[in-house]
């Protein structure tokens, strides 16, 4: 068994839609970053890939290189499982927490699990996603942007 953490954080940014975990937050502003920024998937590649020893999203998708621009982050998240899958890992489940004062992410979650889980590969009860707020505490909690955490585990075949 094989465990790992991910982490991920995007500012706001007027102009962009909001996607979280795959699934389109209508009329909320969006996060900055290279891809969709998409925190939610973010930080779950990261603990895939952490768990599975096999760097970063940086190192597997560069902000650097054009391709990556506004991509599709479950499509990335497809990829990185094709990638742990051939390095000879399963993945067992997932747990994520999405930091954000706004928008209401609870009515959301059974999306976003399934649009995750269909991305993994994985049954719907081998993920969780909560939501929590920081209670108005930092960066977070004053609503410029919004965080995400994921442990993942994986079994070596």
């Not at 706001?12 to 502003?29: C, I, K, M, N, Y």
């Not at 992410?105 to 996603?129: F, K």
């Amino acid at each position: 068994m094989r465990i790992g953490q991910g982490y991920d954080t995007h500012p706001f940014q007027d102009g962009r839609p909001l996607v979280l975990g795959g699934v389109s937050f209508a009329g909320e502003t969006g996060l900055a970053g290279h891809s969709d920024g998409d925190t939610v998937s973010h930080a779950v590649i990261d603990a895939i890939l952490g768990a599975a020893a096999l760097g970063d999203i940086g190192s597997h998708f560069p902000s650097t290189e054009r391709r990556w621009r506004g991509a599709d982050s479950i499509e990335l998240l497809k990829q990185v499982t094709k990638i742990v899958s051939a390095a000879g890992c399963r993945i067992i489940n997932v747990d994520v927490t999405v930091l954000a004062e706004r928008p209401r992410i609870a009515p959301r979650v059974q999306e976003m699990r399934a649009r995750l889980a269909g991305a993994l590969g994985i049954d719907l009860g081998q993920i969780s996603v909560k939501a929590t707020t920081t209670d108005g505490l930092g960066a977070i909690g004053r609503g410029e942007g919004i965080a995400a955490q994921a442990v993942a585990l994986l079994e070596e075949r």
